[in-house]
């Protein structure tokens, strides 16, 4: 899931400050999730937004507003409010901000309310973690489950690195080192032979963005 977290007011209402009524847009699956973008926090921006003398006319609430039936369906569920309003404020992550701007054909201001931080999977206790880069490349069947393009802060695929130091990180020595993790997760599996194995330079052609996938033309 992608993770968002909410923009200071006083940012929100710099960025609005040219519009008076506005539409709200919340994210029903990831920002739901992370709590940056679900019912609670729409009534509250649209409260605080009240209180700072801003007029919010609508909210909508898509299952996910990066896909565009979704998106599109609820935008033209509220053509009518969306009509009179000036600005669009889009409690999502920056793929949901885009996605309303695409599928919007009165040609509002969309805006942000959050900032995108990462790609995440979310633990029993409710935190998140970023555990891939989305590298297009995955080599996590040679080290152990454990990402070496996420965890160590050089993306090194053949380590550890020269400044490892006691099994901590080299930039900070609270962080294990990811290779050292590797270690241990290819020794518990009884598979260390594998860290023998030098791996290639990536092809970073592959991860050269915007990344496109076409399914149907
Ligand atoms: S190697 Fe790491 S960054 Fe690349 S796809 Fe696998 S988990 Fe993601
Ligand atoms: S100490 Fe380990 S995690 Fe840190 S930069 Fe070096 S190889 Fe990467």
């Given at each position: 899931?992608?993770?968002?977290?909410?923009?200071?007011?006083?940012?929100?209402?710099?960025?609005?400050?040219?519009?008076?009524?506005?539409?709200?847009v919340?994210?029903?699956?990831?920002?739901?999730?992370?709590?940056?973008?679900?019912?609670?926090?729409?009534?509250?921006?649209?409260?605080?937004?009240?209180?700072?003398?801003?007029?919010?006319?609508?909210?909508?609430?898509p299952?996910?507003p990066c896909v565009a039936p979704q998106i599109k369906t609820e935008l033209a569920?509220?053509?009518?409010?969306?009509?009179?309003?000036?600005?669009v404020?889009?409690?999502?992550?920056?793929?949901g901000?885009q996605s309303v701007k695409e599928n919007d054909r009165l040609?509002l201001?969309v805006?942000?309310?959050?900032?995108?931080?990462?790609?995440?999977?979310?633990?029993?206790?409710?935190?998140?973690?970023?555990?891939?880069?989305?590298?297009?490349?995955?080599?996590?069947?040679?080290?152990?489950?454990?990402?070496?393009?996420?965890?160590?802060?050089?993306?090194?695929?053949?380590?550890?690195?020269?400044?490892?130091?006691?099994?901590?990180?080299?930039?900070?020595?609270?962080?294990?080192?990811?290779?050292?993790?590797?270690?241990?997760?290819?020794?518990?599996?009884?598979?260390?032979?594998?860290?023998?194995?030098?791996?290639?330079?990536?092809?970073?052609?592959?991860?050269?963005?915007?990344?496109?996938?076409?399914?149907?033309?």
């Amino acid at each position: 899931m992608i993770i968002s977290r909410q923009k200071p007011l006083e940012e929100l209402l710099y960025s609005l400050k040219e519009y008076n009524k506005i539409f709200l847009v919340g994210c029903g699956e990831c920002a739901t999730t992370c709590k940056s973008g679900g019912e609670p926090e729409l009534l509250k921006m649209k409260a605080d937004l009240e209180a700072a003398g801003k007029i919010v006319l609508g909210i909508c609430m898509p299952g996910a507003p990066c896909v565009a039936p979704q998106i599109k369906t609820e935008l033209a569920k509220n053509i009518k409010v969306l009509r009179d309003c000036q600005a669009v404020l889009v409690l999502a992550c920056g793929l949901g901000v885009q996605s309303v701007k695409e599928n919007d054909r009165l040609g509002l201001a969309v805006l942000p309310a959050n900032n995108t931080l990462f790609g995440a999977v979310m633990d029993a206790q409710g935190n998140f973690y970023e555990k891939c880069s989305m590298c297009a490349e995955c080599v996590l069947g040679e080290t152990g489950g454990i990402c070496p393009v996420t965890l160590c802060p050089k993306g090194l695929l053949n380590g550890p690195c020269g400044g490892m130091n006691k099994g901590k990180c080299e930039t900070d020595n609270e962080k294990d080192c990811a290779w050292v993790l590797i270690y241990r997760e290819l020794e518990k599996k009884n598979k260390l032979d594998k860290i023998k194995d030098i791996h290639k330079e990536r092809d970073y052609k592959k991860s050269s963005r915007p990344h496109k996938l076409i399914m149907n033309k």
